[in-house]
T-cell receptor, first 112, second 117 residues
Framework: DQQVKQNSPSLSVQEGRISILNCDYT??????FLWYKKYPAEGPTFLIS?????DKNEDGRFTVFLNKSAKHLSLHIVPSQPGDSAVYFC???????????FGTGTRLQVFP | DAGVIQSPRHEVTEMGQEVTLRCKPI?????LFWYRQTMMRGLELLIY????????DSGMPEDRFSAKMPNASFSTLKIQPSEPRDSAVYFC???????????????FGSGTRLTVV
């Protein structure tokens, strides 16, 4: 039973345009959300996070939006760069545990 | 710090053999996690430890899988006997769990790619 879902396995975007990666969750107890980025043959690395008390968090070219009523979050990358090509995982946790539940990942390809 | 260190990087074994994956977490981190990455399920949590004690092993697929953390600097994930469906990339991650508040990000190792033939 997948509590965190990324329904788009892949996304292709032109350099300079916006990339939007989506994530849905089913557990209403989740109150903290993170995005990780993974290059081939490497482990995932932390990118950006958001607490459920916020609906937006921004860090440079990366912005995460949270819609609690829809149980949906998205990661926006503006402008997209070829170096952003990677697999992006969304993850969620609830306040009473330090374990993260990950989604299935979305492979982003940014082409020139 | 060298980060989370996993060994071996690649493992090819025959069905029925025992496989042991190893992990050295970041010094000072008090939580350790084992994940498995597959196309169908993404990053799937198998087990996690806090202060060397197993907290949640509900993700361990079946009795063929076992994990230990004998001390703060070492953990193993063992599969016995191994089967072709166990083929995946296995990641270890560690974190410094806060006494209160949400989890801070994990640091992952580079993973072990396991192939069971």
């Amino acid at each position: 039973d997948q509590q965190v879902k990324q329904n788009s396995p892949s996304l292709s975007v032109q350099e300079g345009r916006i990339s939007i990666l989506n994530c849905d969750y089913t557990n209403s107890m989740f109150d903290y959300f993170l995005w990780y980025k993974k290059y081939p043959a490497e482990g995932p690395t932390f990118l950006i996070s958001i607490s459920s008390i916020k609906d937006k968090n921004e860090d440079g070219r990366f912005t995460v939006f949270l819609n609690k009523s829809a149980k949906h979050l998205s990661l926006h990358i503006v402008p997209s760069q070829p170096g952003d090509s990677a697999v992006y995982f969304c993850a969620a946790s609830s306040g009473n545990t330090d374990k993260l539940i990950f989604g299935t990942g979305t492979r982003l390809q940014v082409f020139p | 710090d060298a980060g989370v260190i996993q060994s071996p990087r690649h493992e090819v074994t025959e069905m029925g053999q025992e496989v042991t994956l190893r992990c050295k977490p970041i010094s000072g981190h008090n939580s350790l996690f084992w994940y498995r990455q597959t196309m169908m399920r993404g990053l799937e949590l198998l087990i996690y430890f806090n202060n060397n004690v197993p907290i949640d092993d509900s993700g361990m697929p079946e009795d063929r899988f076992s994990a230990k953390m004998p001390n703060a600097s070492f953990s193993t994930l063992k599969i016995q006997p191994s089967e072709p469906r166990d083929s995946a990339v296995y990641f270890c991650a560690s974190s410094l769990a806060p006494s209160r508040g949400p989890v801070v990000s994990y640091t992952f190792g580079s993973g072990t790619r396991l192939t069971v033939v």
